[in-house]
């Protein structure tokens, strides 16, 4: 298995630009999760989907995030309009929730620079 | 607010030594897991310990789980450069999403 794959791996934009990062998740899991990590706040759940539904996306900082899981095999987070206090690592992880197990596969991350 | 907090922050050890760090959370559980993850990378998944467990060993990983206590440790026997790493608990409750501590950053010398 490929595991999960995340795209881009790097992106630099401008303050002001939309910034879209997408994530494919481990065939066969349910669950998917988005965070973000920064040396400041740690790793911070953002949202995460179940069976493809938004179950909690508290974390989610203001109305400029926005994610979707169109199918089972894919996810995008986007940022419209971005500013430089969003440049963090971004990560997408998966699970199979089921009643014993929600171990989560993290993806390799996207760096994201806002300047 | 994070579930977890890792103690200590910071861990510098030679290599063959013990490393030990802990796990504190404030919540009912159902399980808590380690992760590990090394610089540049997403974090892999190490070990899970369930609720009613106390211990669980995986190669020379040994976790402990004080429900009683609200508190976890992770003890790396025989380290390697290898381990170095940020390492991170992760509790589970019945909502299905883990929240992260802030994790503790080892650095193992050879």
């Known amino acids: 298995d490929a595991g999960v794959i995340q795209s881009p791996r790097h992106e630099v934009t401008e303050m002001g630009q939309e910034v879209t990062l997408r994530c494919k998740p481990i065939?066969?899991?349910?669950?998917l999760f988005w965070y973000r990590q920064t040396m400041m706040r740690g790793l911070e759940l953002l949202i995460y989907f179940n069976n493809n539904v938004p179950i909690d996306d508290s974390g989610m900082p203001e109305d400029r995030f926005s994610a979707k899981m169109p199918n089972a095999s894919f996810s995008t987070l986007k940022i419209q309009p971005s500013e430089p206090r969003d440049s963090a690592v971004y990560f997408c992880?998966?699970?199979?929730?089921?009643?014993?197990?929600?171990?989560?596969?993290f993806g390799p991350g996207t760096r994201l620079t806002v300047l | 607010s994070q579930q977890g907090e890792e103690d200590p922050q910071a861990l510098s050890i030679q290599e063959g030594e013990n490393a030990t760090m802990n796990c504190s959370y404030k919540t009912s559980i159902n399980n808590l897991q380690w992760y590990r993850q090394n610089s540049g990378r997403g974090l892999v998944h190490l070990i899970l310990i369930r609720s009613n467990e106390r211990e669980k060993h995986s190669g020379r990983l040994r976790v402990t789980l004080d429900t009683s206590k609200k508190s976890s440790s992770l003890l790396i026997t025989a380290s390697r450069a290898a381990d170095t790493a940020s390492y991170f608990c992760?509790?589970?409750?019945?909502?299905?999403?883990?929240?992260f501590g802030q994790g503790t950053e080892l650095s193992v010398k050879p």
């Open positions: 992760a509790t589970s409750n019945q909502g299905g999403k883990l929240i």
């Open positions: 065939s066969g899991h349910n669950s």
């Open positions: 992880a998966s699970s199979f929730r089921g009643p014993s197990t929600d171990t989560q596969y």
